[in-house]
T-cell receptor, first 114, second 110 residues
Framework: DAGVTQSPTHLIKTRGQQVTLRCSPI?????VSWYQQVLGQGPQFIFQ???????GRGNFPDRFSARQFPNYSSELNVNALLLGDSALYLC?????????????FGPGTRLTVL | GQQLNQSPQSMFIQEGEDVSMNCASS?????WLWYKQDPGEGPVLLIA?????ELTSNGRLTAQFGITRKDSFLNISASIPSDVGIYFC??????????FGAGTRLTVKP
């Protein structure tokens, strides 16, 4: 079975631009979470979605937004890009919410903002 | 956001040695997860813990959920070269809003 897939794998943008990252969860998984991983640090939680509804949000500005589609895939949007947004953006999926629903990560999208 | 205190930051060991790393939080969690991340890849789940005091093994890896619910430990026995990578702990409540440590970078010398 395919794992979590993300696209694109790499992306280069300039300051002020907007970017959309995409994620397809493991088949049967209904929850998707997004994380930002800056070089040398652990992943930092951005959003969690379940059944198309936002169920959790980390400490990120409103420039970050996301949505989940009926097929459980998800998009992360970042507006007005800053140099500090350069990072590996990870998507993770889980069967459901709650105890016992471990998150499985995709390979990530490497975003570079120039 | 709040990150967990993971130590050590890096380890250089000889093949065959045992490894220990730990993670601490100021908050109580009911979920502790341990991941390994290779360069250019996403983190891969190694062990999941859901009960205080729980001790779980996955091959040569053993992890424990601290009794205080504020810490967790990962041990790797008889290390081999493919154990090289960055190990992350993650803590949370009901698998939501998982907080990650900064990682332990493991180097294994043959």
């Amino acid at each position: 079975d395919a794992g979590v897939t993300q696209s694109p794998t790499h992306l280069i943008k300039t300051r002020g631009q907007q970017v959309t990252l995409r994620c397809s969860p493991i088949s049967g998984h209904k929850s998707v979470s997004w994380y930002q991983q800056v070089l040398g640090q652990g992943p930092q939680f951005i959003f969690q979605y379940y059944e198309k509804e936002e169920r959790g949000r980390g400490n990120f500005p409103d420039r970050f937004s996301a949505r989940q589609f009926p097929n459980y895939s998800s998009e992360l949007n970042v507006n007005a890009l800053l140099l500090g947004d350069s990072a590996l953006y990870l998507c993770a999926s889980s069967l459901s919410l709650g105890l016992g629903n471990e998150q499985f990560f995709g390979p990530g999208t490497r975003l570079t903002v120039l | 956001g709040q990150q967990l205190n993971q130590s050590p930051q890096s380890m250089f060991i000889q093949e065959g040695e045992d490894v220990s790393m730990n993670c601490a939080s100021s908050s109580i969690f009911n979920t502790w997860l341990w991941y390994k991340q290779d360069p250019g890849e996403g983190p891969v789940l190694l062990i999941a813990l859901y009960k205080a005091g729980e001790l779980t093994s996955n091959g040569r890896l053993t992890a424990q959920f601290g009794i205080t619910r504020k810490d967790s430990f990962l041990n790797i026995s008889a290390s081999i070269p493919s154990d090289v990578g960055i190990y992350f702990c993650a803590g949370g409540y009901n698998n939501n809003d998982m907080r990650f440590g900064a990682g332990t970078r493991l180097t294994v010398k043959p």
